[in-house]
């Protein structure tokens, strides 16, 4: 079956960095559009990064744009999500999710993703 674990989270003060990292197995991962997506406390779920399985754009929220970074590794059948300049606000728990699609449209509702992982806590301290 399809299986998405997530790894890398943690605890850091607020000016640094994690690098989250998603490993994929059971589907063919090169033909899935990926995403991270966040959830903090008491809040709903919320598009942080995507990127595409065609092309390879790349698409970030606009509260993380120029400090987070999507990429993949289709050799190894994983995403990551290099985070920097880590900000209290950016603590919640982050997964990565799967999303089958014939065209290049890549999408930010969670509710298009087919796939998910159990999520990996990050929290910033202040």
């Known amino acids: 079956q399809v299986q998405l674990v997530e790894s890398g989270g943690g605890l850091v003060q607020a000016g640094g960095s994690l690098r989250l990292s998603c490993a994929a197995s059971?589907?063919?991962?090169?033909?899935?559009?990926m995403g991270w997506f966040r959830q903090a406390p008491g809040k709903e779920r919320e598009f942080v990064a995507a990127i595409s399985w065609s092309t390879g754009s790349t698409y970030y929220a606009d509260s993380v744009k120029g400090r987070f970074t999507i990429s993949r590794d289709n050799a190894k059948n994983t995403v990551y999500l290099q985070m920097n300049s880590l900000k209290p606000e950016d603590t919640a728990v982050y997964s990565c999710a799967a999303d089958f699609t014939l065209g290049s449209t890549v999408r930010r509702t969670a509710a298009n993703y087919d796939y998910w992982g159990q999520g990996t806590q990050v929290a910033v301290s202040s």
């Open positions: 059971g589907l063919s991962f090169s033909r899935y559009n």
